[in-house]
């Protein structure tokens, strides 16, 4: 039950389908009632009538005997009553209390009532089935509908959460093992939420009205009593289930973690099949692949193990349990009917069973919680870079100043070395700054602090004078147009992937950008020209051609402020001059930064920042900084800018 509770919450995904929902239980229900007391009911009817012999006796002749039965006084004993009815009915004693058994015990009908008795009593087993089967069927549909639902919700929920983490959350956390938790855990919190509510409605139910059954064939006749003996057996089905069931929590988490460790190695392995081939390294890919999937399949044996003992061991107690109330009861020497002792045993059967699905229903539940504890990782992850409810909406485009106030910054943990240190800068708008420094020196740490991937640990960000912390993230970003060096291209076609960067831009905005950018020739030469699909990240065009596309989504978009990361890096001579040309028009009148490796790069800057473990070290133009900055006179010789 306590495990039941940890998916309370999640309840409420239920509330939009509760109508299917409410109709998938008493679909169950029903179930329950036909399998539970449907079956061994219509059994113990069918018995007498099909197997008894035959009731040689008429309709009058039952009803005079039922008379003289309904009689006679408590006191007459059964041997004074057969006498009676023989002499009174004119038969021998023999054929006496064979009426008496036809009449009271409730055996065969009189011969003139046989056939339509007969078809009415055979017809109620296929009316049980069907009950049974439909309502089966309709549970199964509807609760498949409502699972299919909560997947849903549960999904969208988690990658919703997965838009809103800050960058470093994905640095931290295997891309493979969130994919895995993504797609297979949420499935079993699915199963979890429904079909386990479903069968904690379906079982018990069975169970409960099997068992009334059970109860009442032994009060309607002792000599069946010695069958609840059998229900010893219940409570002791308990001991196994706990421990299987604790034993099964700890092996299922060991699952999910390596069912993310088999899809982390084969989706890096299929996101860099080039550097596979280029390092030869298909032998190692094999080799690491075989490793993961091997300890997934050791983990997976564990798992089933544990899951499908529990059915034979439920199996073999009750078996036993059953075994030692047959011997009592014919040492005993009972007088048994056989009708009531097959109900009896279906019955019991039917007791047993809902057991063993509980038992199923607890190793469901601690691999569903395993599965949820690893999505609330993701859910109840906190969002680093937060939005403040109350954050400044910027509708028109910002004036671009940018003021680093005393910034700090460290990735991951306090005990980490900052990687800036009480940065204090202002970068004016209208300007171009390239930043320059040793590698590892922090420069793309700055740029992602300016487009607020992550926060400050130290100091604040201006932008126009309001601190980013305050600023409509979406809005923020809206200000900001970025060229990286590799730029991913969604699997799309060219047109949308420029448009993504104003997506209420027109086809006619979308081709001058792409003018702009120097992209158009290319483009038009491609077989669908801007409705041709790039293919994943944009696999099917050049470094090149990706880079020309995304200085056409800045064109595009036009921003206050524009980051290019070594923009122009991968373009032919040629291109990058014309594009250089083009880059200088973009850049007017914005605040620029651009990572530059490159002295061509420098030539677009009106100011120089030189970084250096952290800190912004000296700044001007080039040729005041190769009188001033004994690094940057380092850089520019080695060409290392
Ligand atoms: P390069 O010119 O080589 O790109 P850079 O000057 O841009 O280098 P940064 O990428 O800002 O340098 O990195 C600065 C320091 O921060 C480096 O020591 C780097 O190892 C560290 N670093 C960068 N990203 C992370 C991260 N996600 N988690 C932890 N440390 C990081």
Not at 141 to 155: F, H
Not at 577 to 587: F, G, P, W
């Amino acid at each position: 039950m306590n495990s039941l509770k940890r998916f309370f919450p999640y309840y409420g995904l239920l509330a939009p389908y509760k109508w299917p929902f409410i109709g998938a239980l008493l679909c169950a229900v029903i179930y329950g009632v036909a399998s539970g007391l449907g079956f061994p009911m219509v059994v113990k009817e069918n018995i007498p009538i099909i197997f008894a012999t035959e009731n040689i006796f008429s309709l009058e002749q039952h009803n005079q005997a039922g008379a003289i039965v309904s009689q006679s006084s408590p006191e007459e004993s059964l041997q004074d009553l057969l006498e009676r009815l023989a002499s009174e009915m004119g038969l021998s004693l023999k054929d006496a209390g064979l009426l008496y058994d036809h009449t009271v015990g409730d055996l065969k009908p009189p011969k003139d009532d046989a056939d339509s008795v007969l078809l009415r009593t055979v017809l109620l087993l296929p009316l049980a089935i069907l009950l049974r089967a439909v309502a089966g069927f309709l549970n199964t549909y509807l609760i498949a509908y409502c699972g299919v639902k909560v997947l849903e919700q549960v999904r969208n929920r988690v990658f919703g959460k997965l838009q809103e983490l800050h960058i470093g959350y994905f640095q931290d956390t295997n891309r493979g093992d969130l994919l895995s938790r993504l797609m297979v855990d949420c499935n079993l919190v699915r199963q979890c939420i429904v079909e386990v509510s479903n069968s904690l409605i379906k079982e018990p139910f069975t169970f409960l009205f099997a068992f009334s059954y059970l109860v009442y064939l032994s009060l309607v006749h002792r000599e069946n009593l010695f069958l609840l003996f059998c229900l010893a057996a219940v409570p002791i089905c308990v001991l196994p289930i706990r421990y299987i069931g604790k034993q099964l929590a700890r092996r299922a988490k060991q699952l999910q973690k390596q069912t993310g460790n088999v899809t982390e190695v084969a989706s890096e392995n299929l996101g860099a099949a080039r550097e596979v081939r280029a390092f030869s390294l298909e032998e190692v890919e094999k080799k690491k692949f075989g490793g993961a999937v091997s300890k997934f399949l050791v983990s997976q044996l564990k798992v089933v193990k544990y899951d499908k003992s529990l059915s034979p061991l439920i199996e073999l107690i009750t078996g036993m349990v059953i075994t030692a109330a047959i011997y009592f009861a014919a040492r005993a020497q009972l007088n048994l009917r056989v009708e009531e002792v097959v109900a009896l045993f279906l019955a019991l059967h039917m007791c047993y069973e809902p057991i063993k699905k509980l038992g199923s229903i607890n190793n469901q539940l601690k691999k569903g919680i395993a599965s949820l504890d690893r999505i609330e990782e993701i859910l109840h992850a906190p969002i680093v870079v937060e939005e403040k409810p109350d954050a400044i909406p910027l509708n028109e485009p910002a004036e671009g100043r940018l003021h680093f106030e005393n910034v700090s910054f460290r990735y991951g943990v306090d005990t980490d070395q900052p990687v800036l240190k009480a940065i204090d800068c202002v970068l004016e708008p209208g300007k171009a700054y390239a930043l320059v420094g040793p590698s590892g020196a922090g420069k793309s740490t700055f740029i992602n602090l300016v487009m607020r991937f992550y926060d400050p640990v130290e100091g604040r960000i201006l932008l126009d004078g309001i601190d980013l912390r305050d600023l409509r993230l979406r809005d923020l970003r809206h200000q900001i147009g970025l060229v990286p060096q590799d730029p991913v291209l969604f699997n799309d076609t060219i047109m949308e992937n420029i448009r993504l960067s104003r997506p209420d831009a027109s086809a006619e905005e979308i081709c001058q950008a792409a003018d702009k950018a120097h992209a158009r020739g290319f483009i038009e030469n491609e077989p669908d020209g801007f409705e041709t699909i790039v293919g994943d990240r944009g696999t099917r065009l050049s470094g090149g051609q990706k880079q020309r596309i995304a200085i056409a989504r800045a064109f595009l978009r036009n921003p206050p402020i524009l980051i290019l990361d070594e923009a122009s890096s991968a373009l032919d001579s040629e291109s990058e001059s014309r594009v250089q040309a083009e880059l200088q028009s973009l850049m007017e009148g914005k605040t620029v930064l651009m990572i530059a490796h490159r002295f061509a790069t420098l030539k677009l800057a009106d100011e120089i920042l030189v970084f250096e473990q952290g800190r912004i070290t000296d700044r001007g133009d080039h040729a005041a900084l190769m009188q001033s900055s004994s690094l940057y006179q380092k850089l520019y010789e080695k060409q290392e800018l």
